[in-house]
């Protein structure tokens, strides 16, 4: 059983990312946080203050591996819009849509897998969504509205973010498997072993397999290889339609991509 004070750290480091102030230790001392009412209430306390809405921030940042997106290579000659400024409006994005759905809206937060709209600035607009920049703002980095998800792209919530696909992807091709695993660990509470020692991990050339569906299908005909990638890959292949960018693309080296997927 925790004691008043190891209550108050606990509720101050999961809400706010930080130790617990007077308030919330007076409150403690009183005997307040000794029932769930009381817990409740002070819990509220702490989601009114601004630090609550920057440790939300850091818990996405973290459980989406957003950190660091900037510094993700992508081959400049097949993605040159790909640079650091691209990477961090990307990040951006889906903590705008996180910040809509739970603190502006205090909407469902399933709806982070369905929302049929996002928020763009200049650079994502132009180069990732290709609809029409937001007006307003001092420049074309701050310049942010949201929109409607084009309807063409059947994208829906932060698995078709730019953000989460370009993280999970390879710097000249996506990865189904690392896509597919990101959604079984992040989302599903699952794990994939390493591969066994010894196993061929490349693919064939996109020369002789142009789609990654083809291309993975080593992965799903081989035994020692079958068990695990049965799991991931399908799920990676449903976002195939998304480059390692997250662009959305019909063709891949010409040639039509299927991503439908049975899981």
Same mark, same amino acid.
């Given at each position: 059983?925790?004691?008043?004070?190891?209550?108050?750290?606990?509720?101050?480091?999961?809400?706010?990312?930080?130790?617990?102030?007077?308030?919330?230790?007076?409150? $403690?001392?009183?005997?307040?946080?000794?029932?769930?009412?009381?817990?409740?209430?002070?819990?509220?306390?702490?989601?009114?203050?601004?630090?609550?809405?920057?440790?939300?921030?850091?818990?996405?940042?973290?459980?989406?591996?957003?950190?660091?997106?900037?510094?993700?290579?992508?081959?400049?000659?097949?993605?040159?819009?790909?640079?650091?400024?691209?990477?961090?409006?990307? @990040?951006?994005?889906?903590? @705008?849509?996180?910040?809509?759905?739970?603190?502006?809206?205090?909407?469902?937060? @399933?709806?982070? =897998?369905?929302?049929?709209?996002?928020?763009?600035?200049?650079?994502? $607009?132009?180069?990732?969504?290709?609809?029409?920049?937001?007006?307003?703002?001092?420049?074309?980095?701050?310049?942010?509205?949201?929109?409607?998800?084009?309807?063409?792209?059947?994208?829906?919530?932060?698995?078709?973010?730019?953000?989460?696909?370009?993280?999970?992807?390879?710097?000249?091709?996506?990865?189904?498997?690392?896509?597919?695993?990101?959604?079984?660990?992040? =989302?599903?509470?699952?794990?994939?072993?390493?591969?066994?020692?010894?196993?061929?991990?490349?693919?064939?050339?996109?020369?002789? $397999?142009?789609?990654?569906?083809?291309?993975?299908?080593?992965?799903?005909?081989?035994?020692?290889? $079958?068990?695990?990638?049965?799991?991931?890959?399908?799920?990676?292949?449903?976002?195939?339609?998304?480059?390692?960018?997250?662009?959305? @693309?019909?063709?891949?080296?010409?040639?039509?991509?299927?991503?439908?997927?049975?899981?």
């Amino acid at each position: 059983r925790l004691t008043s004070y190891e209550t108050a750290a606990r509720m101050a480091f999961f809400l706010t990312d930080a130790p617990p102030d007077d308030a919330l230790l007076d409150a $403690a001392e009183a005997g307040e946080l000794d029932t769930p009412e009381g817990r409740q209430e002070a819990a509220l306390t702490l989601l009114d203050r601004p630090t609550a809405r920057r440790a939300l921030r850091n818990f996405f940042t973290e459980y989406l591996v957003l950190d660091g997106l900037e510094l993700r290579a992508k081959d400049p000659n097949l993605y040159p819009a790909w640079d650091a400024t691209l990477a961090r409006s990307m @990040r951006e994005e889906t903590l @705008r849509l996180l910040d809509d759905i739970i603190w502006t809206r205090d909407a469902d937060v @399933r709806e982070m =897998f369905t929302a049929d709209y996002t928020f763009v600035n200049t650079p994502l $607009a132009e180069k990732i969504y290709d609809v029409p920049a937001p007006q307003g703002g001092d420049s074309a980095a701050s310049e942010w509205g949201r929109i409607d998800l084009p309807a063409d792209q059947g994208r829906s919530g932060i698995l078709s973010h730019p953000s989460v696909l370009a993280r999970q992807a390879n710097p000249e091709s996506t990865s189904a498997t690392h896509r597919g695993l990101f959604v079984l660990e992040r =989302f599903l509470c699952r794990t994939m072993p390493p591969p066994p020692e010894g196993v061929v991990t490349e693919l064939p050339p996109s020369s002789t $397999a142009p789609t990654m569906r083809e291309r993975v299908a080593v992965h799903l005909e081989d035994p020692t290889c $079958a068990g695990c990638h049965t799991i991931s890959d399908p799920l990676g292949l449903s976002l195939e339609n998304y480059d390692p960018i997250g662009v959305y @693309r019909a063709k891949e080296n010409g040639a039509v991509i299927d991503a439908s997927a049975d899981h």
